[in-house]
């Protein structure tokens, strides 16, 4: 990935603040939206989503799990040239408590600081995805591929 591409990535990523996350629910895709947050090292997405929730289900069930994250529409680019990166990874529950568990929490408030109070409750867990391999489209013909830790070094704050 060039220096360049890798600028547009990192800028798609930091500009959007949610994401289409999807899961396997009893062996079929779902989709769903969620807020996502990164780890400063850009080796983990984070969300923190309710128990009741059908993704949290999912991901509790099978962790493979994919995040699109796409540039917003009616920014005067044609559809078809939208930047937009397909991630495929692996979800796993922050154990609470725990160190990684404080580091999502860290990167998560300082995203959506309003989310304080819904880190108290007790149905809700942080979750990080761990990217495996990704699919980034930086405009129309400038499709790539990374690995995940490619991606998380293009990422890094």
Do not use: N
């Not at 009741?52 to 917003?72: E, F, I, N, W, Y």
């Amino acid at each position: 990935m060039s220096p360049e591409h890798a600028a547009k990535l990192r800028a798609l990523v930091h500009g959007r603040t949610a994401a289409a996350l999807g899961t396997l629910h009893e062996g079929a895709p779902f989709v769903s939206m969620a807020p996502f947050a990164l780890l400063p090292d850009g080796s983990a997405f984070v969300v923190h989503v309710s128990g009741l929730a059908g993704h949290t289900k999912d991901m509790r069930a099978d962790p493979r799990v994919s995040l699109l994250v796409m540039q917003a529409e009616g920014e005067g680019t044609d559809t078809q040239a939208l930047a937009r990166v397909s991630v495929q990874g692996e979800a796993t529950q922050c154990p609470r408590g725990s160190p990684e568990e404080a580091r999502a929490r860290a990167a998560y408030l300082a995203r959506f600081p309003e989310a304080g109070p819904l880190t108290s409750f007790g149905d809700f867990a942080f979750f990080a995805i761990r990217p495996v391999q990704a699919r980034f489209v930086a405009g129309f013909a400038q499709a790539m591929s990374a690995t995940g830790e490619t991606l998380a070094k293009a990422l890094a704050a």
